[in-house]
């Protein structure tokens, strides 16, 4: 497929053309290589930060609680840093659900809260 520019003079090929026909990139500006070229990293790395975010582990969790060790990695801290950063960070806090012991659990849903909230502030 192919979209019209402003002004509707050009055809301009779309990211799945160029993806099927890699050719088809040639015809474009260089100022359209590379803005085409921003929104397909863009969508790249959206779909990659969404995948080491735990996103989709969160998905199959089915309410199952993890332990330091086991959250950690989704909150990109080694379990140590976790373990200490629980101790006086409020938002990793709110993350965990009360046990009644002095060991912290977390919750999948509350970490993926912590996580696109987190993604909004940047």
């Known amino acids: 497929m192919y979209r019209t520019a402003p002004g509707g003079a050009v055809l301009i090929p779309t ?23 921003q929104r397909a990293f ?4 959206a779909c990659l930060a969404s995948i080491a975010d735990g996103e989709l582990d969160a998905r199959k969790d089915d309410g199952k609680l993890l332990t330091v060790k086991e959250a950690a990695p989704r909150f990109g801290l080694a379990a140590n ?27 999948p849903a ?5 996580q696109q909230k987190r993604r909004r502030k940047v």
């Not at 799945?16 to 088809?24: F, G």
């Not at 863009?42 to 790395?45: D, P, Q």
């Not at 840093?81 to 919750?107: E, M, S």
């Open 110 to 114: 509350k970490i993926l809260e912590w």
């Open 81 to 107: 840093t976790l373990y200490k950063r629980w101790k006086t960070d409020p938002a990793i806090r709110a993350c965990t659900v009360n046990n009644g012991t002095d060991r912290p659990v977390f919750d």
């Open 15 to 37: 990211l799945d053309t160029i993806a099927d026909r890699p050719d088809t990139a040639r015809l474009l500006s260089r100022e359209d290589r590379l803005a085409l070229g």
């Open 42 to 45: 863009a969508v790249a790395w």
